[in-house]
Every structure is written in C-alpha cells, then in structure tokens.
C-alpha cells in the first residue's frame, strides 16, 4: 500500500517516542569500539519540512515536536532542567535547524546517519515509488553517504539475509506503517526469523495503539516470541489523549527486545517529562515495563 507518507507525522508525538528511544540505544552500542550495523526497514524520505508539504497539512508536529520545544523552553525560563534524556534527543533536532527555528524535522535516517562512526553502516529500506527517490538524493548530500545502503525492496523479506551483520553487532528498527493488516503478520514472520538467525541482536518494534485487534495483540506476540528465544524485552507506551471519535492517533507504542539495561532508566525519566508536556487531556497517561530473560 503507497498512500502511506511518512511526512504527515513527521514530528507527531509517535516521533518523538521512537526517535528518543532509538537515540539511546544507538549512543549505548556505540560505547564498545567495534563496528555497528543499524537497519532501517521502513526509512521514509528521511528528513522532512515541518513548514509545507505534508506535514503542514496534517500539523501533528503542533502537539509533537513543537509543544516539546515549547515546554523544554518553559522549563530553562524557571530554572528547571528538561532531563538529560529529552535534551540528547532535542539536540539531535536542533543539528538540522541552524537558524534556530525548528522548520526542519529528521526523520530516523538521518537521525542515525548523524550518530554514525566511521566503522559504523546504515541500510535504509523503503518501497514507496516516490520515497525512495526523495531518500536516495537525501541520503547522497550527507558526507555519511558512503556508509549508507539504500534498498527499493521489501525489508521484511530482505532481512534475514543481512543477518547476522559481520560485526555481530547490529540495531534493527523496525517501524512499518500498519496501514496493510498483513504488517502485523509480516513483522511476527520477520521477527522469528532475525532472532533464528540473529539472536543477540537489538531490535526496536514501533508501533500505533489503534483500536484494532491487531494492533492491541502485536505487544503481547512481540513478547512472546522474545521470551521463546530467552531473550530480554522492555515494552513502553506514550499516550497524549483518549479522545473518541478523533482520527488522529492519540497513543504509540515500543516494543525493544534486547535492550540495554541502561534503557529503562532513561525511559523512567523521560515519559512523565513527555506525558506532562504534551498530554492533551486527563487520559495522558505512559507505561513501562520490562522482562530480564
């Protein structure tokens, strides 16, 4: 399915819990020397224009980024700090917006070809026909390019066979737009076969809380086939409003198997910080849990 545009949520608060989260588990991989391979299977065109376009018109980002960035600079007006966690991601911003206005928002390929070593490779999927070729001249102005891949095929059947990376270090992110219901099956497919083939890999499972059967099982699948491979999970949520009857979404989702044991600590102070900051009524709320295989 091609109506699926990254850019209408570029920015959204489902953003900001995936970028936030990927940010920290790339920076803790890095802190050993050898190389890492990150997988990007559902890349977008990349970085994206918050001031037309797309996102223009569907203005997510108001109650997303731009409410964060508000919020961050009420805090540093009274003194107080935003947490360590939250600034790490609002700089990561910041880098594509040098006049300080945020017009600019990045999209995870060019949030992880930014925090790329020179050891470190990038393989960026996307299948959408006018995607790819917005991400292909996207990612050929960086001075990363030459350690990034970009693939025009199906990530879900590509991926076992990049697997596992040389290095045998490898992040995997994993965020496909759920618009197709056989997306949830494909990714339970995907999933049995990376941690088959790639057990000790660390992989990060975005997804939207809809109501729809599919989407309120995935979690629970996602854990299940974790712990069939005695592997470690940690699954938080962010929800911004419980407004019946909107269309936008109003919760998202993260489910990290393997996941760093510094990860809960950091999810621990950055989600009350995010519920606070762009809760739109009383049911903002996030949840936090995770298992130690």
């Known amino acids: 399915m091609f109506s699926y545009r990254h850019a209408f949520h570029a920015g959204s608060h489902a953003d900001i819990l995936k970028h936030l989260t990927l940010i920290h588990l790339v920076e803790y991989l890095q802190e050993k020397p050898g190389a890492l391979t990150?997988?990007?299977?559902?890349?977008?065109?990349?970085?994206?224009?918050?001031?037309?376009?797309?996102?223009a018109v569907s203005k997510e980002a108001d109650g997303g980024i731009f409410q964060?960035?508000?919020?961050?600079?009420?805090?540093?007006?009274?003194?107080?700090h935003i947490g360590k966690s939250i600034q790490g991601y609002l700089d990561c911003i910041e880098v594509e917006n040098a006049d300080g206005q945020?017009?600019?928002?990045?999209?995870?390929?060019?949030?992880?070809?930014?925090?790329?070593?020179?050891?470190?490779?990038?393989?960026?999927?996307?299948?959408?026909?006018?995607?790819?070729?917005?991400?292909?001249?996207?990612?050929?102005?960086?001075k990363q390019a030459?350690?990034?891949?970009?693939?025009?095929?199906?990530?879900?059947?590509?991926?076992?066979?990049?697997?596992?990376?040389?290095?045998?270090?490898?992040?995997?992110?994993?965020?496909?737009?759920?618009?197709?219901?056989?997306?949830?099956?494909?990714?339970?497919?995907?999933?049995?076969?990376?941690?088959?083939?790639?057990?000790?890999?660390?992989?990060?499972?975005?997804?939207?809380?809809?109501?729809?059967?599919?989407s309120a099982a995935l979690p629970d699948r996602m854990k299940k086939i974790a712990t069939s491979y005695k592997r470690s999970w940690l699954h938080a949520e962010l929800r911004i409003e419980n407004a019946p009857g909107e269309r936008r979404l109003q919760a998202s989702g993260m489910l990290v198997i393997n996941p760093p044991w510094t990860l809960e600590k950091h999810l621990t102070e950055a989600l009350p910080t995010l519920v606070k900051a762009l809760g739109q009524d009383n049911a903002a709320q996030y949840l936090l849990k995770s298992f130690a295989a």
């Open 68 to 80: 964060l960035i508000k919020f961050a600079n009420q805090c540093k007006a009274t003194g107080k």
């Open 38 to 55: 990150i997988i990007d299977t559902h890349a977008g065109a990349g970085i994206y224009s918050l001031k037309d376009g797309f996102a």
């Open 102 to 142: 945020t017009t600019i928002y990045p999209g995870s390929p060019f949030i992880l070809a930014r925090l790329l070593r020179p050891q470190d490779r990038l393989k960026l999927f996307e299948l959408h026909p006018k995607e790819i070729d917005i991400l292909r001249h996207n990612i050929s102005e960086l």
């Open 146 to 214: 030459k350690q990034i891949d970009v693939y025009a095929e199906d990530s879900f059947a590509r991926l076992k066979g990049l697997l596992p990376p040389p290095s045998r270090r490898g992040l995997v992110l994993i965020d496909p737009s759920y618009e197709d219901k056989q997306d949830y099956r494909y990714l339970e497919a995907a999933m049995e076969e990376a941690l088959h083939r790639f057990a000790t890999g660390c992989y990060a499972i975005w997804y939207p809380i809809l109501s729809r059967r599919e």
